[in-house]
């Protein structure tokens, strides 16, 4: 499902990005990173049940949903540039797909990048203090409910800014350190 990415320019951002040969990443590659992924069977009658699973497993207690589309998104260039961004957050990311098809991209522990290319059904779960930034494929059109531990707030540290002096980025670092 992921792999180690090429390097990327906002020009080719919603494209694979892969190496020739691809190189896979595997799941110990992303779990040594802290980065979880599992599905969600949206057109089984039991979803709510599995969605219930993952808010008591990650100890969930708001939601919402975010509708990722140029149709529907006001300033939309401005806010994929936005996620796409190198940057962090001071709570974990979950995100489960809907419905459209995008792309997570994660900082390994030696700074390359694994691609998690995600589609309905996808769960993600990104630890807080993890370099990361999302973009949607060329259909640009991707909806995900988005789980919060807190009352949604959501502040992004760029890397290229102030994200290394955050006291989260270092406790992660110790984390997959450990």
């Known amino acids: 499902m992921a792999y180690f990415m090429t390097d990327v320019t906002k020009e080719n951002r919603q494209d694979e990005c892969r190496f020739s040969p691809n190189k896979e990443a595997t799941e110990e590659d992303l779990l040594r990173i802290g980065v979880e992924c599992t599905k969600v069977n949206f057109d089984d009658e039991h979803v709510q049940e599995d969605l219930d699973r993952l808010i008591k497993k990650y100890d969930m207690n708001f939601h919402d949903e975010v509708h990722i589309c140029r149709a529907t998104m006001p300033n939309f260039d401005e806010k994929l540039d936005i ?4 940057h962090l957050h001071d709570d974990a990311e979950l995100r489960v797909i809907k419905h459209g098809v995008g792309f997570f991209d994660v900082r ?3 700074e390359a990048w694994i691609r998690i290319p995600v589609r309905r059904g996808d769960f993600v779960f ?5 370099y990361h930034r999302f973009t949607t494929d060329p259909s640009e059109d991707v909806v995900a409910l988005r789980l919060f531990r807190n009352n949604p707030k ?3 540290f760029n890397r290229k ?3 290394d ?3 989260v980025r270092q406790q992660y ?5 450990a």
Do not use: C, H, M, V
């Open 108 to 110: 390994t522990k030696d």
């Open 161 to 163: 800014a102030d994200g």
């Open 154 to 156: 959501w502040t992004a």
């Open 126 to 130: 990104l630890p807080a203090g993890i």
């Open 165 to 167: 002096e955050q006291r």
């Open 173 to 177: 670092l110790n984390d997959i350190s």
């Open 83 to 86: 996620f796409f961004e190198e």
